[in-house]
């Protein structure tokens, strides 16, 4: 069964950044990479950005050249660098893999205000 941990998030001013961090554990051998979403205040669940083993990274248009994913294979461990945070980046941040999970963790709350 898999496990997701989700740790790193906080409160920030606009324009401000965050390092989200997600420990995996599971039998994980079957999956092609990792993937971060978001569920919005409103509580719709977004696709955020994922990454293929091999290093190959897709972003969602909304975050494109203000977050960046990364991941350790060996450490099992998906990270996202978020930079220029904007209000509509609020809402509780999960990880899971690729293909997608029914499985998923606790999430992790970033808040984008002044």
């Known amino acids: 069964q898999l496990h997701f941990a989700e740790s790193g998030g906080g409160w920030v001013l606009p324009g401000g950044s965050l390092s989200l961090s997600c420990a995996a554990s599971?039998?994980?051998?079957?999956?092609?990479?990792m993937a971060w979403y978001r569920r919005t205040p409103g509580g719709q669940l977004e696709s955020i950005a994922y990454i293929i083993r091999g290093g190959n990274a897709e972003y969602v248009d909304a975050v494109k050249g203000r977050f960046a994913i990364s991941m350790d294979d060996v450490a099992n461990t998906v990270s996202l660098q978020m930079s220029g945070l904007k209000p509509e980046d609020t809402g509780v941040y999960f990880c899971n893999v690729v293909p997608t999970s029914e499985t998923w963790g606790p999430g992790t709350q970033v808040t984008v205000s002044s």
């Open positions: 599971g039998n994980l051998d079957k999956f092609w990479g």
